[in-house]
Each structure stands twice: as C-alpha cells, then as structure tokens.
C-alpha cells in the first residue's frame, strides 16, 4: 500500500480518486492551502469509505510524507503550485493529472506553446522527480460511486518505466484500466483529449463520456 498526497485533493477530481484509493486501502493525504478545508474533505471521505485511511495536511507536508503525490489543481495554478513543491517533490512519483484547459473554451483545445503541460512540468522538475501523466479523461463525475464501473480507460505516459508501472497499478486500484501509453511526450494526446470528451458530454447531453482502447487482451 502507498501513501498518496493528492495536492489540490479538496476538489472534485483529487477527491474522487482519492475516495477510490482509501477505499482500496491506501493511506491517503488530501493536500490543500487551507489545512481547515483538507480536514473537512479528509473527514467526508473517510465518512464515505468507512474508514480512517484518509488525512489532512497543508500540502507541503503532505508531500513530504507521501512516496507518490498527485496533482489535481486547475492548469492556472499547475506551474506555481509545483515551483512551490519543488524541493519536496525531489524523489518522489508524480502523478500529473493537469489538463490544460483555458476557460472559458474548454470544449476546444488550446495546448499551451510549449505543447504537453505536463512535459513543462518534468521539465521544471528536473531527474530528481518522476513525472507520470495519467487520468485526464476520466470525469469526476461518478468516481466518488465506489461501486460504480467507470467506463474509461487512463492513458499512462512517463519516461520512468517503473514510475508508469505505478501509475497504471494506481488507475487499477481506483477500479479502472491503465494503458500504458509510452513516453511522457504522448501526455499531450490525453490533455488534449478532454476538451473532445467536454464537448461531447454537451453534444449528446451526458455526463461522464469517456475512451476505450480497442484490441488490448481482456484484464
Ligand atoms: N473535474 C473533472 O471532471 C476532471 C476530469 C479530468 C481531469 N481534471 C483535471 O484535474 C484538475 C483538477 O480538477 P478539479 O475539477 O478537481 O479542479 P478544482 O475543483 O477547480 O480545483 C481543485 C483544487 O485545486 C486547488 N486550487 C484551485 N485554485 C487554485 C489556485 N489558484 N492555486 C492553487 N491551488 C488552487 C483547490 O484546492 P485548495 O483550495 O484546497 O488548495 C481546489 O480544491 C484540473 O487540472 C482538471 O482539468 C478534472
């Protein structure tokens, strides 16, 4: 079992995730810049897994703690967010879940110049810190269902091999199916993704559309 901060873990996507992995049984951190509001989500969550796999921390101490840390925060807050984390981030797995979205256009893809967002973000880290981009295209819609089958798979890119093997055992434990999706460089198809799935969910009138890649043996 990991112990996992979930940096931006009070909002409906960390929360999600994090409801599923305390669930599965992993020791779970809700990182926040509010310590007030981390324990709140923190006690909703453990309230919802019967359970006391779930904490609260400001997020650098979350950080510290924990071997993996995901990053669940709007992209505007992505590049400071992460400048401040930079040297407890040093060592540890991080799992990037960042699409970058440029309100209020968000059913279309405007990629930053640099392309991938969390590329620039590896980049900014350095070797010291594993980056692993992965669950873009899964909506926060109905992960806090525990026993709801999401119908999405999770495209898992990272130039770390061991750190992607990480990433799709994580995605298999909050009961969905991680694809290992090669190099980091390939994030930018999932990022880009999602603005296709938000327009879809408008288009046909649902809430959660999602991807399967076709042709994998059954798990
Ligand atoms: N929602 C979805 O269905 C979904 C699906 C796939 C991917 N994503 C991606 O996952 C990320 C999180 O999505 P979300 O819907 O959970 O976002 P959110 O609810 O808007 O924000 C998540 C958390 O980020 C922190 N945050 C917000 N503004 C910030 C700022 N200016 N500076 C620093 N921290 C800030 C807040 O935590 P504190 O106030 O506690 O610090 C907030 O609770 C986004 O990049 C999104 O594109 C979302």
């Not at 840390?69 to 407890?88: C, F, H, I, R």
């Not at 298999?172 to 327009?199: F, M, P, Q, Y």
Request: net charge neutral; charged share 20%.
């Amino acid at each position: 079992m990991q112990t996992i901060c979930i940096v931006g873990g009070t909002g409906a996507e960390g929360s999600g995730l994090g409801a599923r992995w305390a669930a599965h049984g992993h020791r779970v951190i809700i990182g926040s810049r509010d310590e007030a509001k981390a324990k709140s989500t923190a006690e909703a969550l453990n309230a919802l897994t019967g359970g006391k796999n779930v904490a609260a921390m400001d997020s650098r101490s979350g950080v510290k703690e924990a071997s993996v840390v995901v990053l669940t925060v709007p992209y505007s807050a992505q590049k400071p967010t992460v400048e401040g984390l930079k040297d407890v981030l040093a060592g540890k797995v991080l799992i990037d879940v960042t699409v970058p979205l440029v309100p209020p256009k968000v059913s279309q893809v405007q990629l930053p110049e640099s392309d991938s967002c969390v590329v620039a973000v590896q980049k900014l880290l350095g070797d010291q810190t594993k980056v692993v981009s992965a669950f873009q295209n899964v909506s926060a819609h109905k992960l806090k269902d525990l026993d709801y089958k999401i119908d999405c798979d999770v495209l898992v890119a990272s130039d770390d091999a061991e750190a992607r093997q990480i990433g799709i055992r994580l995605a298999g434990d909050a009961g969905l199916r991680g694809v290992d999706a090669g190099s980091l460089a390939n994030s930018v198809i999932a990022e880009s993704l999602t603005s296709a799935l938000i327009w879809i969910n408008r288009k046909y009138k649902v809430p959660d559309a999602g991807i399967r890649i076709t042709g994998l043996p059954a798990v």
